[in-house]
Protein backbone atom coordinates (compact mmCIF):
# COMPACT_ATOMS: atom_id res chain seq x y z
CA UNK A 1 0.00 0.00 0.00
CA UNK A 2 1.60 3.44 -1.12
CA UNK A 3 1.52 6.27 1.29
CA UNK A 4 2.76 9.46 1.52
CA UNK A 5 2.92 11.94 4.35
CA UNK A 6 3.57 15.24 4.36
CA UNK A 7 4.84 17.58 6.93
CA UNK A 8 6.97 21.04 7.58
CA UNK A 9 3.60 22.74 7.47
CA UNK A 10 2.71 25.85 9.76
CA UNK A 11 1.84 29.16 10.24
CA UNK A 12 4.60 32.09 8.94
CA UNK A 13 4.06 35.32 8.47
CA UNK A 14 4.86 37.09 5.08
CA UNK A 15 8.59 37.06 3.66
CA UNK A 16 9.36 34.17 5.57
CA UNK A 17 10.28 30.72 4.76
CA UNK A 18 9.02 27.04 5.29
CA UNK A 19 10.42 23.55 4.32
CA UNK A 20 7.69 20.88 3.52
CA UNK A 21 8.34 17.18 3.15
CA UNK A 22 6.80 14.39 1.70
CA UNK A 23 8.13 11.01 2.74
CA UNK A 24 6.96 8.17 0.84
CA UNK A 25 6.45 4.33 1.33
CA UNK A 26 4.88 1.22 -0.55
CA UNK A 27 5.97 2.30 -3.58
CA UNK A 28 9.65 1.91 -6.02
CA UNK A 29 9.63 5.82 -5.35
CA UNK A 30 12.84 6.18 -7.39
CA UNK A 31 10.63 4.97 -10.83
CA UNK A 32 8.14 8.18 -10.44
CA UNK A 33 7.87 11.80 -10.90
CA UNK A 34 6.49 13.86 -7.79
CA UNK A 35 4.46 16.29 -7.07
CA UNK A 36 2.87 19.33 -4.64
CA UNK A 37 -0.39 20.86 -5.15
CA UNK A 38 -2.16 23.34 -3.06
CA UNK A 39 -6.12 24.07 -2.74
CA UNK A 40 -7.21 27.10 -0.96
CA UNK A 41 -10.62 27.38 0.47
CA UNK A 42 -13.08 27.98 -2.32
CA UNK A 43 -10.36 26.74 -5.04
CA UNK A 44 -9.54 23.85 -7.18
CA UNK A 45 -6.80 22.36 -6.52
CA UNK A 46 -3.13 23.76 -8.46
CA UNK A 47 -0.46 22.35 -9.46
CA UNK A 48 2.59 23.91 -7.59
CA UNK A 49 5.72 22.03 -8.55
CA UNK A 50 7.08 18.65 -9.97
CA UNK A 51 10.31 16.60 -10.18
CA UNK A 52 11.56 13.79 -12.40
CA UNK A 53 12.54 10.17 -10.66
CA UNK A 54 16.36 11.16 -10.72
CA UNK A 55 15.87 15.17 -9.61
CA UNK A 56 17.53 16.16 -12.55
CA UNK A 57 14.20 17.66 -13.96
CA UNK A 58 12.10 20.21 -12.59
CA UNK A 59 9.03 22.33 -13.35
CA UNK A 60 7.09 25.03 -11.81
CA UNK A 61 4.21 26.88 -11.87
CA UNK A 62 4.93 30.90 -12.41
CA UNK A 63 3.22 31.97 -9.28
CA UNK A 64 5.89 30.33 -7.25
CA UNK A 65 8.80 29.94 -9.70
CA UNK A 66 12.23 32.01 -8.21
CA UNK A 67 10.56 31.57 -4.55
CA UNK A 68 9.86 27.76 -4.14
CA UNK A 69 12.39 24.70 -4.60
CA UNK A 70 11.64 21.02 -4.92
CA UNK A 71 14.37 18.03 -4.42
CA UNK A 72 14.23 14.70 -4.13
CA UNK A 73 16.23 12.39 -1.62
CA UNK A 74 15.79 8.94 -3.22
CA UNK A 75 17.46 7.22 -0.41
CA UNK A 76 15.07 8.12 1.83
CA UNK A 77 12.09 8.16 -0.31
CA UNK A 78 11.80 12.08 0.49
CA UNK A 79 10.29 14.73 -1.52
CA UNK A 80 11.47 18.48 -0.55
CA UNK A 81 9.49 21.83 -1.24
CA UNK A 82 11.84 24.58 -0.05
CA UNK A 83 9.04 28.14 0.19
CA UNK A 84 10.70 30.78 0.35
CA UNK A 85 9.18 35.13 -0.02
CA UNK A 86 6.02 33.29 1.21
CA UNK A 87 2.93 35.44 0.66
CA UNK A 88 -0.65 35.50 1.46
CA UNK A 89 -1.60 33.97 -1.33
CA UNK A 90 0.13 31.24 -1.01
CA UNK A 91 -1.78 29.96 1.61
CA UNK A 92 -3.54 26.70 1.23
CA UNK A 93 -3.24 23.15 1.99
CA UNK A 94 -0.27 21.55 0.11
CA UNK A 95 -0.11 18.00 -0.88
CA UNK A 96 2.48 15.69 -2.78
CA UNK A 97 1.46 13.25 -4.85
CA UNK A 98 3.24 10.62 -6.56
CA UNK A 99 3.14 10.50 -10.56
CA UNK A 100 1.07 7.76 -12.85
CA UNK A 101 3.55 7.47 -15.50
CA UNK A 102 2.21 10.31 -17.95
CA UNK A 103 2.41 14.79 -17.86
CA UNK A 104 2.69 15.96 -14.28
CA UNK A 105 0.64 19.61 -14.63
CA UNK A 106 -2.56 17.84 -13.65
CA UNK A 107 -4.15 16.29 -10.58
CA UNK A 108 -5.44 13.44 -12.93
CA UNK A 109 -1.86 12.78 -13.75
CA UNK A 110 -1.60 11.56 -10.27
CA UNK A 111 -2.72 8.43 -8.62
CA UNK A 112 -1.31 8.54 -4.86
CA UNK A 113 -1.91 11.63 -2.79
CA UNK A 114 -0.68 12.29 0.59
CA UNK A 115 -3.68 13.88 3.30
CA UNK A 116 -2.06 17.21 2.66
CA UNK A 117 -0.53 19.90 5.50
CA UNK A 118 -1.82 23.29 6.07
CA UNK A 119 0.59 26.64 5.18
CA UNK A 120 -1.01 29.95 6.37
CA UNK A 121 0.75 33.22 5.81
CA UNK A 122 -0.10 36.37 7.59
CA UNK A 123 0.17 39.61 6.02
Known amino acids: QVQLVESGGGLVQAGGSLRLSCAAS????????MGWFRQAPGKEREFVAA????????FYADSVKGRFTISRDNAKNTVYLQMNSLKPEDTAVYYC????????????????WGQGTQVTVSS
Open 51 to 58: INWSGGRT
Open 97 to 112: ASDRGGSYYYPNDYDY
Open 26 to 33: GRTFTTYT
